[in-house]
């Protein structure tokens, strides 16, 4: 069963050089009980626990309708933004919230044609010369040429000023570097920064746990391989074959897979004394129901729960950030505003209800503040064939996956496969978040699945075949040929697919 705990005072706590070493005392047996009897009702999920709200007041200097108005916003404008990135296609630059309550979507585009669309969808458009898939070949040519540069740590798109960024302890050297290699000047902008982030050592997400005698880290979100339970968290905080406890210091589970440096996760598969739950938070703050893990938009205020610093909130600023950090280089991870503490490494980030990642390193703290990186959830779930936990949804029908930017229906009969958009499917040219979810439908049982082109045949990625018939599928992919295909295991009747692409 799930528990819950307080953090217990006096931990002394030293960091080295990938661990977290501290003076181990008993840990107390228990802790006040979370919720674990029933199911959350549906229209719980939305509504965020105190300790949530109280962070995004203090991080982002909201009152409480000013937070909660925030948050609405960003539920409303969010599939409009996936819906226009789709409708854009190559020329798409990148969206990004604007206003201290995200009241404006801004969409860059570089086609002047674009304008009118993007007006008409209630966002607010911008030219530029560069499209998103310009400025990551751009930032794969930076990220190749300061492979070996320690000084300039932190690299990432900026889609608000249209540039690859650089983050260096030493700006002159960096830019030398860069124009030997042919880098174009006017794509990349250099700023001397004495940033310098590091892996933040420390079952509902957010708990502490331990690998051996030193090493504190914070459980991620709850996650399913088969029918092995578990939990993902930062690849630095244990090897592959490590073994864990919990909290309580009873034995908790395995390290089943890791990596780092390159990227910075793994997952813990955990004995049957260990029940996950769909939860985020403890303690006096509060829990935050995960429903899914649809990406936010950049300029989205986003919380992360750690065991050392428990809520703090900001906002998600780039997306596809390298790191150097002093034992290499890790791509794919997500900026963020957030600050955090040593010991809060692999706890949860999330946005409304919605997984975002996993906690990898920072710099700063909760003191004087920071920036905090995240390694994205679904990149996490496709690498290791894991299916995120989240809260059942009762009693819904067709049609109830209607924040999704498209919504296919249809019939099926009993044993009988359709596909969207067509048998030959969608061309993609981007990395990123293939999303799909297909809604309760009593007394039958629909699969969805993904599917992708091979140049021979078509090969299932990623797929959801649960029986309680509600679907969910988030694959981080990339570029290609793909189809969704809903398959009726057994009933007939009408369906209602919602997705994102194209």
Known sequence: MSRRHVIAPGCVLTITALTLTLAVAPAAATRPAAQTSGTPAAGSVRKPPPGM????????????????????????????????????????????????LAQVLVVATTDPADPSLITALDARPLVVGRSLLDLEAVKAKVDAALAHDRAARVRYIDVRTNKVVILSAKAAETIAILNAADVDPAAVQVVTSDE????????????????GATTRCSAGFSVTKGAQNGFVSAGHCGKPGSA?????????????????????FSWVAVNNDWTPQPLVGNGTGGTMSVSGRRSAVEGSSVCRFGSISGWHCGTIQQRDTSVTYPQGVVDHLTRTTVCAEPGDSGGPFISIEQAQGITSGGSGNCTSGGFTYFQPISEILTAYGLTLTTVKIAALGPGSCT????????????????????????????????????????GR?????????????????????????YEQIDYFGTPGRYRYRVYAESGSGPYALGHDEP
């Open 196 to 211: 310098q982030p590091r892996p933040l050592y420390d079952l509902i997400a957010g708990d502490r746990y331990y690998v």
């Open 445 to 469: 049982d629909y699969d969805l699945y993904l599917e992708k082109w091979n140049g021979k045949a078509w090969s299932t990625v990623a797929a959801s075949e649960s029986p309680s018939s």
């Open 244 to 264: 864990t406890v919990g909290f309580n210091r009873r034995p908790q589970g395995i390290v089943k897979d890791s990596a780092f440096p390159g990227d910075d």
């Open 53 to 100: 709200v109280q962070a995004l007041q203090r991080d982002l200097r909201l009152n409480r309708v000013q937070a909660e108005t925030r948050l609405l916003n960003e539920a409303r404008l969010t599939p409009i933004e996936a819906s226009l990135r789709r409708r854009i296609g190559d020329r798409f630059a990148g969206a990004w919230f604007a206003g201290n």
């Open 403 to 442: 924040s999704y930017p498209r919504l296919s229906t249809g019939t099926l009969n009993s044993r009988q496969s359709v596909y969207w958009p067509h048998d030959h499917g969608f061309v993609t040219t981007a990395t990123g978040t293939y999303s799909a979810c297909l809604p309760n439908n009593p």
